[in-house]
């Protein structure tokens, strides 16, 4: 799976270089996340200042992998799902600067390691679901179909625990294509 993935991303790339797209936020763009949550980042912008934003990688990592959660730990960095539904517009006259800002849900899957089991260090796999909310600063390069991008937000539990809160930062680049 993670080579098909590997693979998916390499003919992306090259299907954007080969077309010599500029920086645009009518299109797709793909790229990559560091931070909570991090990983591969896909963008659909549609309309003059709607998007949807699309992330799958991992979470846990950057703020801490052991963490109190329930009555338990979490101990490891899980897998991520998250996507956002997105306003945008420009920031004063400039049209590389952007703003942007939007809702949406987040699944997540970690070991949770339960206090009742902690002499024998067993866990449960555990499924999470939640909302999330995001807000952040995208700079598209002059004639070139790159973007870097700026943001911040939070992560909030329904499912398994309600109100289990996250803060979520990120830093990243996109090939609008």
Same mark, same amino acid.
């Given at each position: 799976?993670?080579?098909?993935?590997?693979?998916? *991303?390499?003919?992306?790339? !090259?299907?954007?270089?080969?077309?010599?797209? =500029?920086?645009? %936020?009518?299109?797709?763009?793909? /790229?990559?996340?560091?931070?909570?949550?991090?990983?591969?980042? *896909?963008?659909?912008?549609? !309309?003059?200042?709607?998007?949807?934003?699309? =992330?799958?990688? %991992?979470?846990?990592?950057?703020? /801490?992998?052991?963490?109190?959660?329930?009555?338990?730990?979490?101990?490891?960095?899980?897998?991520?799902?998250?996507?956002?539904?997105?306003?945008?517009?420009?920031?004063?006259?400039?049209?590389?600067l952007h703003y942007y800002f939007g809702f949406g849900g987040q699944l997540n899957s970690r070991r949770y390691y339960p206090d009742q089991f902690s002499l024998v260090n067993a866990y449960d796999n555990t499924i999470s679901i939640g909302g999330s909310g995001v807000a952040g600063l995208e700079y598209f390069l002059p004639n070139k179909p790159f973007s870097v991008f700026l943001e911040t937000g939070a992560y909030v539990e329904v499912i398994p625990a309600p109100f289990f809160m996250g803060l979520q930062t990120g830093l990243g680049i996109r090939l609008n294509l």
């Open positions: 799976m993670k080579r098909n993935f590997s693979l998916l *991303i390499v003919l992306l790339v !090259g299907l954007a270089i080969s077309q010599r797209a =500029n920086a645009q %936020t009518n299109n797709w763009a793909i /790229g990559f996340r560091i931070g909570e949550p991090a990983g591969v980042n *896909i963008r659909k912008y549609f !309309g003059e200042n709607h998007a949807f934003d699309l =992330n799958v990688g %991992t979470y846990g990592g950057i703020y /801490g992998n052991r963490r109190s959660y329930r009555k338990g730990l979490y101990k490891n960095v899980g897998l991520t799902v998250q996507g956002h539904y997105l306003w945008h517009g420009g920031i004063g006259k400039s049209e590389t």
